[in-house]
């Protein structure tokens, strides 16, 4: 089994930050792309940052010059530094990973994190 762990997540003011992490664990043999997603109430989710297993990363254009994304691959551990914050930021943060089992090494999976919700206060 793998999963996903996210933390890191709350209610923060108009301009202040948070970091959220998000660790897999489990019979890992690789882990591919992580990504953050968020979904406000009422909408889609939507792809927020992206990082390869090389570190190349991409961003939503409103999220530009705001937020970072990194990941620790000894941790299997992504993180997501979320800078001056708006209230068009609240809403439930989820990790996605595709991760190699160590039980099925030749077929990737998609995982996904529970979700944590951050709230901004204007």
């Known amino acids: 089994q793998v999963h996903l762990v996210e933390s890191g997540g709350g209610l923060v003011q108009a301009g202040g930050s948070l970091r959220l992490s998000c660790t897999a664990s489990g019979s890992i043999f690789t882990v591919n792309a992580m990504h953050w997603y968020r979904q406000a109430p009422g909408r889609q989710r939507d792809l927020v940052a992206a990082i390869r297993s090389g570190g190349r990363t991409n961003y939503v254009d409103s999220v530009k010059g705001r937020f970072t994304i990194s990941r620790d691959n000894a941790k299997n551990t992504v993180y997501l530094q979320m800078n001056s914050l708006i209230p068009e930021d609240t809403a439930v943060y989820y990790c996605?990973?595709?991760?190699?089992?160590?039980?099925?090494?030749?077929?990737?999976?998609?995982?996904w994190g529970q979700g944590t919700q951050v709230t901004v206060s204007s």
């Open positions: 996605y990973a595709q991760i190699l089992s160590l039980r099925d090494i030749g077929n990737p999976r998609d995982y």
